[in-house]
């Protein structure tokens, strides 16, 4: 049993990784970082769950967390980029190549 | 029935987390996150730790895919979504690369199979997560409250910075 939810968990977080690779909207972009943010954290419900200790759940307290800081954090970048750019396109964000 | 129950919210989150990901409406791609969430969230339950579902739904479905939506409304991106496929099939190689060394190193791992045979749920009484967020693990509460109020502020000045550039100008 706990192979499938940690096979689950790899999967999910390669989804959202694919995603990060894939699209080139940076709402997208941050969903799919979630996305690979709570993959990780079902790994380590389903540990704990499994080794009958509570260091894991309790980690997943922090990780949600941090999850919900940088969620505020990043979609204010993501706010001010479009003010000051017109686009969240990271195609069209190319102003470090020059 | 509980392996109908993995089962169908596995199969919930993964359908949706490929919604995320593929679909090309922004609001589409957020309801997608919201029910990949409550799937995961399901999974939590199966997995006997009942806080973490509900802070997962409270937190997760609640706020953050909620300011998602927000986000999506305040910006209003008229741009026609690109097909991008010249980098797709390079980086579905990297992720499917990704996905079998994950498999391949939790099907070499002999231990795995025998902690299944597990004992009871440890994150199910909310007493323990207060005796350990309060003795063990206090610092870092203390450091997570502290990053909050950092966030809070930093939102408020990247807020407020451009407008007086802006004004500035």
């Known amino acids: 049993m706990l192979h499938s939810y940690l096979v689950l968990s ?19 972009i941050f969903m799919g970082l979630e996305l690979m943010l709570v993959a990780s954290t079902l790994a380590l419900v389903a540990f704990s769950r499994f080794n009958g200790t509570i260091g ?6 922090f990780i949600l967390t941090v999850a919900a800081a940088e969620v505020a954090v990043g ?5 001010a980029l479009f003010r000051k750019r017109q686009t969240i396109e990271v195609d069209e964000l190319d102003s470090l190549k020059n | 029935m509980g392996l109908f129950l993995f089962n169908f919210f596995a199969l919930l989150t993964v359908i949706c987390a490929v919604g995320v990901v593929v679909n090309k409406n922004t609001v589409n791609a957020a309801m997608c996150f919201m029910l990949c969430l409550v799937g995961v969230a399901g999974l939590f339950v199966l997995l006997e730790a009942y806080l973490l579902a509900f ?9 953050v895919a909620a300011l998602f939506l927000f986000i999506v409304m305040l910006l209003d991106t008229h741009s026609q979504p690109r097909p991008v496929r010249r980098f797709a099939l390079v ?8 996905l079998a060394v994950a498999v391949l190193t939790f099907h070499q791992q002999p231990k795995l199979a025998m902690a299944a045979a597990s004992t009871g749920a ?24 502290f990053l909050l109020l950092i966030a809070m502020l930093g939102v408020i000045v990247l807020s407020r910075k451009i407008e007086a550039t802006e004004g500035a100008k």
Do not use: E
């Open chain 1, 75 to 79: 979609l204010a970048i993501i706010v």
């Open chain 1, 10 to 28: 790899a999967l999910v977080f390669a989804i959202g990784f694919f995603g990060v690779l894939l699209r080139r909207n940076t709402l997208i």
């Open chain 2, 91 to 98: 980086a579905a190689t990297i992720a499917a690369a990704l």
């Open chain 2, 122 to 145: 440890s994150g199910a009484s909310l007493k323990d997560y207060a005796y350990q967020l309060f003795t063990t693990y206090l610092l870092p509460v203390q450091i997570i409250g």
């Open chain 1, 56 to 61: 894991g759940d309790i980690f997943v307290f």
């Open chain 2, 55 to 63: 802070v997962l739904l409270l937190v997760y479905a609640g706020a």
